[in-house]
């Protein structure tokens, strides 16, 4: 059986997209960690992938929970709420969920924003990875919970000030948690990179990928009773 990073357009793309992160870090930016993207399984199957592809993410993207970003220059603004994974120690490649478990430090509620443009299709997957799957920006949490159990957990989203999603069940969309981050390892092992001790990754939204409307100002995530965050938007 091949594996998800066999698919020849999710090697070019991935080859690319690393090149382009071992560069970013050579000329003095510091690496955050990682992410997964188009992981739900309708876009799964609509573009013929076996597992969610993944990027990469830069502490110059990160942002405090409360901040204002600027949509001036986007083409089109999206917000996931997002659990996010911090890792305890390397993993390296053959990960297993088992592993993946015992090397998870902690979670804590999150939030991505990114810019969807081109939409992704069969044939453009490797200029969707080269452009690093649309990441523009993540917003962590200062509270977590230890160890990578989601027992217990509800993720609630805000938009407009209202509730917007609930669900005490947040792998629906997304698969497995400890499988997201087995799958990142061993995707990172096969093009020559490591999950490494400190890494966070951001593992896939919890509700299907919110565009963002004109009128919008702002996106909640709580991930009870961990803690919540939340990013303001303009157009200026």
């Not at 409360?66 to 001036?72: E, I, K, M, P, Y």
């Not at 053959?94 to 939030?111: D, R």
């Not at 629906?172 to 981050?181: D, S």
């Not at 299907?208 to 909640?220: A, H, K, L, N, R």
Request: some cysteine; charged content about 20%; overall charge negative.
């Amino acid at each position: 059986m091949t594996s998800a990073w066999d698919h020849p357009l999710i090697k070019k793309g991935m080859e690319a997209q690393l090149a382009k992160r071992r560069a970013r870090i050579a000329a003095g930016e510091r690496p955050l960690g990682w992410k997964v993207g188009l992981g739900a399984p309708a876009a799964m199957e609509r573009l013929g992938l076996q597992a969610p592809v993944v990027g990469f993410l830069m502490q110059r993207a990160l942002l405090l929970s409360g901040s204002t970003v600027s949509f001036a220059g986007w083409t089109k603004p999206v917000a996931e709420a997002e659990i996010c994974v911090r890792m305890a120690t390397d993993l390296r490649g053959g990960a297993t969920p088992e592993t993946a478990l015992a090397a998870i430090k902690e979670i804590l509620p999150a939030i991505e924003l990114a810019d969807f443009d081109p939409p992704p299709t069969p044939d453009n997957l490797d200029a969707v990875l080269e452009g690093n799957v649309y990441q523009r920006h993540v917003v962590l949490c200062g509270n977590t919970r230890f160890g990578g159990s989601l027992d217990g957990l509800t993720s609630r989203v805000f938009r407009r000030g209202e509730v917007f999603n609930t669900t005490t069940d947040p792998e629906v969309l997304t698969g497995g948690l400890t499988t997201i981050v087995a799958h990142v390892a061993n995707t990172l092992a096969a093009f020559g990179e490591k999950l490494s001790a400190g890494d966070v990754i951001i593992t896939g939204s919890i509700t299907p990928p919110m565009m963002i409307e004109d009128d919008e100002t702002e996106i909640g995530h709580a991930l009870d009773p961990i803690g919540e965050v939340s990013v303001n938007f303009t157009r200026e």
